[in-house]
């Protein structure tokens, strides 16, 4: 896969490394700004189209070198978020978002409960059964999703550099934090700049938590990771991390049975 833009063609979902034997499996829900011809940008400017609202800049590059470096398979989504957010589910109105930070989204405005069936249909069915399938041929497997976040929300700015984040299961977050405390060049924070209160764990709960798995949601700063040896740099430190923090969580459960 390469680093996804407005104009990419785009899939529904796609999949890196299906046959990699690690445990773990990455997931990015929003690695792509593409839109379907027949959603019209949604009546969007392209400086919306590019910005962070429409995808997660960066974020796909950084998981693609993590994919490498663990030799982990990678599922990411091929569509927009403002078409459909893959880490939402199809009840939520921030699946399909009529307004998102200070935009209003014209195509997603009164969309009807067959219109938001069929996209739910289209664009998340197809990604959430690819997260299941790679996950369930994997014995004890890992989730961890990737995402990236924007410096300026809503005017404030935010100085946390790396957010991890969890639901109610925070054993494989707890040990990323530990192995990051080893870390001062960067700010790193749980549940930060979002939290489970914030609906951003929808692929955790689903994936993870209610099937029993270890996972963990890892939210960096979009300047961060602007080139791509900036995104190689971050998943660098970050497949660190996970080593660490997968195989303590692993001997724990070991050592449990």
Known sequence: MNQTDAG???????????????????VCEHAS????????????????????VAWDPGAL????ALSEMLEAELVASGISRLIYDCNRPPDAPAAMPARSEIYDIPGNVGLTAAQRAARADAYYAPFR???????????KAVLVTIHSFTPVYHGKTRDVE?????????????????AAADHDAHVVRRNEPYGPNDGVTHTLIEHGVSK??????I????????????QREMASLLAGWLRQAVEQITCAQEAAT
């Open 61 to 64: 590059g950084v998981a693609e």
């Open 129 to 139: 059964m690819a997260v299941d399938a790679a996950l369930a041929v994997r014995e």
């Open 33 to 52: 700004a593409f839109m379907p011809s027949e959603f019209k940008n949604l009546g969007l400017s392209k400086e919306v189209l590019t910005s962070h």
């Open 219 to 230: 939210e960096v700063r979009n300047d961060l990771i602007r080139t791509a040896d900036a």
């Open 162 to 178: 790396i957010g991890i984040l969890h639901d109610r299961d925070s054993g494989l977050a707890d040990a990323i934090l530990e």
């Open 8 to 26: 990419d063609t785009g899939h529904v979902v796609r999949s890196l490394r299906p046959g990699a034997t690690n445990a773990i499996v990455l």
């Open 212 to 217: 029993g798995r270890p996972n963990v949601m």
